[in-house]
């Protein structure tokens, strides 16, 4: 599985000393930058990957405003390079996932083209605010996902999750009845947004840049569509621990936390990279989305260059 831990500019002495920023509970993110891709490049294991059409369902747990389901449903749909309708060269959401389906090219596997196909609200908090990590996969049933499918469980603002700021933002799994993977990724706005929804708040560690604007005005959710992001990448193309990572298989570097922190070029602790400026609203962004949506999307490693890629 991956962990999501910390990004940018907390743990940069783990990044080079250790590389294992990123635990397989798969894929969290932590604060980490000047950053250089890995000596060794991410290696298949040769088993399965989310190849071909993937149905993504999304269980929202807790209270979600209409406007804060439309940026994460509006970020899927912005995935399809059908809906990209601005020329190559422009830096967007579907120009960052095609990064991914290099990775199915290379194991001879078909495009991963994610569809949304069914959304579940529990407002009600009907297992508690607090959650145990082996709850998560309780939840992600509901979604009832299939084989070769994927649930992204979002927790609420006011929901606390095991090991949440403690040791992770997000990570994904999968049901081993079912064989479909899952993600999870908490609100963290008034949790630890220094650690889960940096570069839009100040970090709690290392160098205390002021902060940037979120792209649509929301910092908790800005942020977990960053670890959306990266936990998405991962679960692609590492989705039942055997796929593309490096190091061990318990604390693997995965496609974009092989590249933590690094979101424009020339990025270094505390600095999230030159980024794109929106002209009206001031917030910062690297990749347009269907409509007039902008967001900030981390770097992914490149496996033909052996590079972190950004899009800016």
Not at 15 to 38: D, H, I, Q, T, W
Not at 142 to 152: C, D, E, N, P, W
Not at 197 to 212: D, K, M
Not at 250 to 266: I, M, N, Q, W
């Amino acid at each position: 599985m991956g962990f999501f831990q910390f990004p940018n500019s907390i743990l940069v002495v783990i990044v080079f000393c250790m590389m294992n920023l990123f635990n397989l509970g798969f894929g969290a993110r932590k604060l980490a930058s000047l950053y250089e891709a890995p000596p060794m490049g991410i290696r298949y294991h040769n088993g399965a990957l989310l190849q071909g059409n993937v149905p993504v369902s999304i269980l929202w747990y807790g209270k979600f405003t209409a406007p804060q389901k439309a940026i994460v449903i509006d970020f899927f749909l912005s995935l399809d390079s059908h809906s990209d309708k601005s020329n190559s060269v422009t830096p967007s959401v579907s120009r960052w996932w095609n990064t991914v389906q290099v990775y199915m090219k290379r194991a001879g596997k078909k495009d991963a083209k994610l569809i949304l196909a069914k959304q579940i609200t529990d407002d009600e908090y009907s297992i508690g605010k607090f959650l145990k990590r082996n709850q998560i996969s309780e939840l992600s049933r509901r979604a009832g996902s299939k084989y070769g499918g994927m649930t992204l469980v979002l927790t609420a603002e006011d929901v606390a999750v095991e090991g949440f700021c403690m040791s992770t933002c997000g990570f994904h799994n999968w049901d081993h009845k079912s064989k479909s993977a899952f993600i999870w990724v908490g609100n963290s706005v008034n949790q630890c947004p220094g650690q889960c929804a940096w570069p839009f708040h100040q970090p709690i560690y290392g160098p205390q840049t002021p902060p940037l604007l979120p792209p649509n005005a929301d910092v908790g959710i800005d942020g977990m569509i960053i670890n959306i992001a990266t936990l998405l990448a991962g679960t692609a193309t590492n989705p039942f621990g055997n796929g593309y990572f490096l190091g061990l298989p318990a604390a693997p570097l995965e496609a974009a936390t092989a590249c933590p922190g690094v979101y424009g070029k020339g990025a270094y602790p505390g600095y999230a990279g030159k980024l794109l400026k929106d002209d009206t609203t001031g917030g910062s962004y690297n990749a347009d989305g269907v409509g007039s949506r902008k967001y900030l999307l981390p770097a992914l490693y490149d496996p033909v260059t052996s590079r972190c890629s950004t899009l800016v």
